[in-house]
């Protein structure tokens, strides 16, 4: 009998579920309930019989601690399953060190975050902050030559980060006439969208030609503070930028500088260096930035698609075949 942590919600949503894919799979398996009441903690005798958990959305941020309470005392831990992409967190590096086998819910979001992304993008190069100023104001103020904007078609956005969010993108941005030139450590293969692919270590050299810089990459001590001042300088006059992935990956001041110098056109921004964002940023004030409150993923159908990760790994699992998402360890 194998013993699985899942949450009281998700064992009250998706119990018969959980209990098929494992009856497909050949897995006898015990699901263990996370208490209800999230001061509430499991026996160390019931921690020990832990071998799976199911990290759920359900679970963030009231539940964490107690979740996480009771991995550090399941000696017998072997594969945690979250419900988030971003692994960047210190626990996920703990259990990783104790090796438990960890597997994310890469691209269950993708498509949301990538439909977000491109209303960002076509607000900023439509002029909609201005006639939404407008709108505010009750001024009519309508674009005139010589400010009509660029036409989309034949620019090109640089997407850092060419993963599933970054394809799906890709994907929507070259529909709308956009080349797209993606960067990344891994090789090229089928389902790319990129008209170009380069490593990373050419970075600099493609900064010229990028009119939209566009930044999916996960944060990683490579990619912590790589946007800094003298990489958005090599962008051309009148750049705009884009992230969805994480806040420190950009240097803030840099960013905020850049744009109020002009150097950069405009951003549209959902993550940032420290969350939430601080009521005194000048980045609220300023007419050319679009922000989320790191919500670009927002949709009804999230959890579903995150489920069925989880559903298809639990199938792997007792099957002994390789997981979806799995994490690479140091």
């Known amino acids: 009998m194998t013993t699985l942590l899942v949450s009281h919600r998700c064992v009250a949503d998706h119990g018969a579920e959980i209990a098929g894919a494992a009856a497909r799979a050949g897995l006898a398996l015990e699901l263990l309930v996370l208490p209800e009441n999230s001061e509430a903690r499991l026996a160390d005798e019931a921690c020990a019989r832990i071998e799976l958990a199911y990290f759920t959305e359900d679970v963030f941020p009231d539940h964490a601690r107690q ?12 594969w945690l399953q979250v419900f988030n992409a971003g692994v960047d ?3 996920y590096t703990e259990m990783l060190a104790r090796g438990v086998r960890i597997t994310t819910s890469s691209g269950a979001t993708a498509e949301p975050i990538a439909q977000t992304m491109i209303a960002g993008l076509l607000m900023l ?17 309508p674009t005139r030559m ?3 904007p660029r036409d989309l078609r034949g620019q090109t956005a640089l997407v850092l980060g060419l993963g599933y969010i970054g394809n799906e993108f890709a994907r929507l941005a070259r529909v709308l006439g956009l080349t797209v030139i993606g960067v990344r450590r891994s090789p090229a293969h089928a389902g790319d969208h990129a008209d170009e692919l380069h490593l990373p270590s050419v970075l600099n050299e493609l900064l010229p030609r990028t009119d939209w810089l566009v930044i999916t990459c996960p944060l990683t001590p490579e990619t912590r503070g790589l946007v800094d001042a003298g ?5 051309p006059q009148g750049a705009r930028v884009i992230n969805i992935a994480r806040g420190e990956i950009i240097n803030e001041p840099a960013l905020v500088e850049a744009l109020r110098s002009g150097h950069l056109a405009g951003a549209y921004l959902d993550v940032f260096e420290k969350e939430p964002l601080a009521p005194n940023s000048p980045l609220w004030d300023l007419p ?3 922000i989320s409150p790191h919500n670009a993923a927002a949709a009804s159908g999230n ?3 995150v489920n069925q990760i989880f559903f298809d790994n ?15 360890r140091a």
């Open 67 to 78: 979740f996480f309470s009771a991995l550090r005392k399941a000696p017998g831990l072997k």
């Open 89 to 91: 967190h210190p626990i």
């Open 125 to 141: 190069a439509r002029n909609f902050p201005r006639w939404l100023e407008g709108q505010k104001n009750r001024v009519w103020n």
């Open 146 to 148: 010589p400010e009509f």
């Open 231 to 235: 990489m958005l300088a090599r962008l």
């Open 288 to 290: 050319c930035v679009l």
């Open 303 to 305: 959890e579903a698609r």
């Open 314 to 328: 639990l199938g792997c699992w007792g099957r002994n075949a390789a997981l979806v998402n799995e994490v690479a």
